[in-house]
């Protein structure tokens, strides 16, 4: 078994669009980075999944926006929150200006 180190604040550079790269999957689980720089979720469309999502942003900055509160939330560098299954959700804006960098937990 080949060992490897992964530093999640280093991800590839010049990202033309939103990186996605599963680092761990097991039956049940699935540990994903994300990096975003700038991008959002389309207008008018909403994430509805049908299993739970832990997120922690580790770098950069997003607004999240949960289809039942009026307001997004601000994320920042150690913010988390577990969305629900059928939680629907979107990303309403990252920052541009650096790369926002999340650890998504995808289970049950």
């Known amino acids: 078994m080949k060992l490897t180190v992964t530093n999640l604040l280093a991800p590839p550079a010049d990202l033309n669009e939103e990186y996605f790269e599963t680092l761990l999957q097991r039956p049940g689980i699935r540990v ?3 990096v975003s ?4 979720t389309p207008a008018g469309e909403w994430y509805d999944q049908a299993w739970d999502e832990w997120v922690l942003l580790l770098s950069g900055a997003a607004s999240l926006h949960i289809e039942a509160e009026n307001d997004p939330r601000l994320l ?7 969305l629900p299954a059928h939680c629907r959700h979107r990303v309403a804006w990252t920052t541009p200006d650096e790369q926002t960098v999340w650890l998504a937990l995808h289970f049950g």
């Not at 920042?76 to 577990?82: A, I, Q, S, T, V």
């Open 76 to 82: 920042l560098p150690g913010d988390c929150m577990l």
């Open 37 to 40: 720089s700038g991008q959002a």
């Open 32 to 34: 994903e980075r994300i």
